[in-house]
């Protein structure tokens, strides 16, 4: 069983900045793969970044240059450092993790992981 849980949500104004952290269990086995995702209300769950265990990211093109995924493997904590925040940014923040097959590429598809943190808020203000 991995568990995830999320801290680092708020509310910010447009412009602002924030740093969501992810600490998780993930790190005990490798490889493994990790992601992003945010849901706004009456929308659909969507993949913002995934980071693997090589550390090879990807990112949606909605979030490219204004948010980076990094992890602390010492501290066996996920990050999501989101700059130039927008109102569309607003929504409930999750992490997710699993172990796909070497053949798979890590990326920020739902259906990649099994295994998710309960969510941490954005609202991002105009």
């Known amino acids: 069983q991995v568990h995830l849980v999320e801290s680092g949500g708020g509310s910010v104004q447009a412009g602002g900045s924030l740093r969501l952290s992810c600490v998780t269990s993930i790190y005990t086995y490798s490889p493994y793969c990790m992601g992003w995702f945010r849901q706004a209300p009456g929308k659909e769950r969507e993949g913002v970044a995934a980071?693997?265990?090589?550390?090879?990211?990807s990112y949606a093109d909605s979030v490219k240059g204004r948010f980076t995924i990094s992890q602390n493997n010492a501290k066996n904590t996920l990050y999501l450092q989101m700059n130039s925040l927008k109102p569309e940014d607003t929504a409930m923040y999750s992490c997710a993790a699993d172990y796909p097959p070497p053949e798979i590429l890590c990326r920020a598809s739902p259906s990649l992981f099994g295994y998710w943190g309960q969510g941490t808020q954005v609202t991002v203000s105009s």
């Open positions: 980071i693997d265990s090589d550390g090879s990211t």
